[in-house]
């Protein structure tokens, strides 16, 4: 069992619980001597823990001995089970409940084969892998094909690889309600800010068309947009303003709503859209 069960106090709680929650979930099982439930929960967690042989972490935490930790955790009764994963709070329960119970608890908690798979994914991109992570998410995706999220992670590593066409193959393939969430929403304005920075052609031609003639709001759309897709997002913002300051229904209102696109594409929140917003306001005074 030790590979799977822990005596913890802060000495060596960074490791056991938030490193390893990294990539399994953790149970913290807040105890003391004196506890008779705590006598009746703790052995059917540490059977528990041997029995899933891994798919959980079980850290045991004398609350009399640890105070700083149960106060960190909000502790007022115990038992108190805390269950974190990837660093964060999952669920939690106080009390000592049935086998049954603490089974669908961790049932709860504990990813299934394809959120395993996800994860995986999402560390291989984060270590530069991306035909890895896209490797992984198919995997995912064929053990739970109704999982949208996996289909999102795919396209979202997809943009950041310029394919397009499969990335607009599974945004096409999601659900009409996943379509109307903020992330489905943010990658789909991604994807069509990619596509009309193709159309536009090259930058420094359109920088020359635009320096020749001013008043050319298409080559100042498509010179926004290739910026936008390129992460230039300010920049993008900037051609943006100056068609609404020249000609503010140039287009039926093009550049205005382009603007809000690019907001919800960065989430509609942070220091650039906040900035952004009050330059549109001035720009519509």
Known sequence: ??????????????????????????????????????????????????EYQGRFILAKINADHNQELAAQFGVRGIPSIKAVYNGEMLEEFSGAIPEAEVRAFLDRI????????????????AAGDSAKALQLLAEASKLDAGNEEVRLDAVDILLSMDQLDEAKRLLDSLSPATRMEDRAQQLIARLTFALGGQQGGDESDLRQRIAADPADMERRMQLANLLVAAGRHAEGLDELLEIVRRDRYWNDDAARKTILAVF???GG?????????????????
């Open 264 to 266: 919800n594409m960065l």
């Open 110 to 125: 504990i990813p299934s084969p394809a959120e395993e798979l996800r994860a995986a994914a999402n560390r291989a991109r």
């Open 269 to 285: 929140q942070g220091e650039l859209v906040a900035t952004y917003r009050r330059k549109l306001a001035s720009a519509l005074n």
């Open 1 to 50: 069992m030790p590979q799977f069960a822990y005596d913890v106090d802060a000495s060596n709680f960074e490791q056991v619980v938030f490193e390893n929650s990294r990539h399994t979930p953790v149970v913290m099982d807040f105890w003391a001597e004196w506890c008779g439930p705590c006598k009746v929960l703790k052995p059917i967690l540490e059977k528990l823990a041997e």
